[in-house]
Structures are given as structure tokens and as C-alpha cells.
């Protein structure tokens, strides 16, 4: 066999899988420390796969400060391509591992609040029950965080509180759900089960931050009817439900929650629930899933089982 110099090089340049999975964990993580302990290795290990990678390539994959790291030009086109890679190996795996009896691999997707802590882990626990050589991972963040991260293919898929505007992204409905004001139990309204628009420029609010899917909902609500939420006194931004239903139950701050939160909290008197009069403010979840590559075999079997359990 005769292998020109151009063919030479490239044999040189033949990418190992495992190196490429560092890459991408500490691409995602933005620390080589965080990526060790995702995969469970050392952090020199991890520094050590990286040298080499940069060193096969010629080129350097990461620009380092003392608080991050971040992807430099050439190593964000090697994380599209690794991850398109792995995504491929992941399911050549999965397919091949039907012939041995059963589906075996691992998902790896997101949610945002609600559904991620009150509707995903038992529709997980049951589908875990049935397939149990599939590993489910859930990620929660804010709805737009979750689907970012579907468009840039770190997630399979995403179950987020707004349909997607993105033409990267399918969207198919899930759960229906209504978001609703909170108080605590002691609050003026807590007596009342409807409350109109005016009457919410006179109490202080605490939000979710920008991009969550309740916060997305309720402002689009208040636009329908002219009432800008510049004209609300936000005088809390936090980054959860619970970190809201906290900060309500603990104060005289008015919250803005999906329903499905708070039956435990008004069961036990903590917090009351009130409606606007202009009427319900309800939404839908959904899943989004890319439209430029396909789920894994897991994937697409979780998703098809996570759609029979909402039907």
C-alpha cells in the first residue's frame, strides 16, 4: 500500500473519541477542573488531553483566564464537529445495541423549571423502569438557556415553557399549565381570588430573570392588555421557583408561578394563589428537538415515551 505525503498527514491528524469528549466538557464547563470532575478524572488528566489535542492539531482550542475558559475561534468549529461526532458514535452504539436484546446508551437533555422539578422525574423514574441500561440526564436552566443549548447541540433536546421562535428548532406541545400570582398568606389580596391590572403598579414584585418562561408568559399576558411590566416595581430578580416561593413566604412581595408549584405551599398555608380578572393566563410546555440532526435511538425512544405519558 502506498500512502502519499497528503494521506500521511491526514493518518497523523485522525481525531481519538475520547479526547474530543474532553474538549467538549470542558467547552461546555468553561473549566478544566468542573470537566474532570463531570467525567470523573483528574484535572491534570484533563489538561494533559487537552496539550495533546492542541498539540495534534497545531492549534489552540482554549484562551484561559483565572476565572474561565473559553473556546477560541478554531476550537468552536472543532465543537460543532466533535459534537456531531460523538452524537453519531453515541448512536451507532445504541443501534448496534438492539441486537444484543435491548436499548442501551445514555440521554442527555433539558428542561427549564417547572417541568424539570415538578412534571420530568417521574415520567424519567417510570421510562428508567423500562429501559434500565438507558442512562437519563436532565439539565434545568431558564427556558432560553435550554434552548440555546439545543441549537448549538450540547442537548438532544430541550422541554421549556414557550414554543420556540428559532427555525432550528421543532417544537411539539406537551403539558398544559397556567401561571398565576402568589402572596403570602398575610397579604392584603390573600382573601381576594381575583385581583384587575390596575391594581399591580401598588405592590412590590419579585420575578424570575430574564429568558424564564413563567416571567415570558406573564409579560406577554400583560401586553395584550396594554400594561407594560415597566410599570410593576420589581424590586427581587431570582434564578428559581423555589428561590421565588421563598422569597414571597418570607416577605409582602407579590410572585409570578405556574400553578404547579404551589399546591403543597397552599395546602400548608404559606401562600395563597390569586388570578388577574382580565382572565386565566395559561401556556403550553413543549418539547423542542433540532431540525438539522437526529435524536439518538435513546433519545428519540425517551422522547416518544415522554409524548405518550402527556397525550
Known sequence: MVIDEQGSERLKLRLDLWQLEIFCAVAEHQSFSRAGEALFISQPTVTTHIAALEKRLGVKLFDRTTRKVTLTPAGKLLYRRA????????AALQELSRFQGGLIGSVVFGASTIPGQYLLPAVMAQFCQRFPKVRVTMRISSSQQILDRVAMGELEFGV?????????LNAFPLWDDEVVLIVPTEHEWATRSFVPLDELRSQPFVFREE?????????????????SPRRLTVVAEVGSTEAVK????????????SIRAVDCETEARRLAVVRLREGRITRQFFAAVPTDRSLSPAGETFLQFLRSQTR
Open 83 to 90: 459534537k456531531a461526532l460523538l452524537a453519531e458514535h453515541e
Open 211 to 227: 429568558g424564564s418562561g413563567t416571567r415570558q408568559t406573564f409579560e406577554q399576558f400583560l401586553a395584550q392588555y396594554g400594561f
Open 246 to 257: 421563598q422569597f414571597v413566604a418570607a416577605g409582602n412581595a407579590v410572585g409570578v408561578v
Open 160 to 168: 421549556v415553557g414557550v414554543k420556540p421562535d428559532d427555525p432550528q
